[in-house]
């Protein structure tokens, strides 16, 4: 079965994100980064990650297909329940990146906070139909290996 198929299956967002963190952090681990995760569910990151001696706060995040084909997109502010109805708040100051896991084609990008939309970041694993090439966050840029090989050499 595919991951996308067994993320169909998870009908509750919440684990979802459970499994999209347990995902990022084995990807982490398994490139030889330490990984840090806070004791409570409090903290505007889901962890921290130790890059060439350097801390970096993560936000995961499960990145779904856009309404654009060969891309996918992943929300980029928090949203919260409250009693008088939602609260919606960004991560500006409060993390360094996001860590957006693409479903479909299995990879995980690394996007710096300041390189991020202010509500959707789009990242484009396939050229556009109309082929433009403006303004696009391409795939290999932000994989994974890709950004912290450039932290590491940082």
Known sequence: MSRLAQYDRLEEPQKR???????VIAELVARDVSVLTPAFDN????LVAEVG??????QVKTAYDSKRDGAVEFRTRSVRTKSDGYERSGYEGE?????????REEDV???AIE????TTTAIRYEPAANDNRAN???HAEYRL???LDDLGSG
Request: no cysteine; proline share 3%; aromatic share 16%.
């Open 17 to 23: 994100g459970q499994a999209t963190e347990a995902i």
């Open 109 to 111: 990008y690394l996007i």
């Open 115 to 118: 390189e991020a939309g202010s």
């Open 145 to 147: 290996e890709t950004v």
């Open 95 to 103: 993390i360094d990146y996001f860590a957006a896991l693409n479903v």
């Open 53 to 58: 001696g350097d801390f970096h706060r993560i």
């Open 43 to 46: 903290e505007p990151y889901d």
């Open 136 to 138: 696009v966050n391409w």
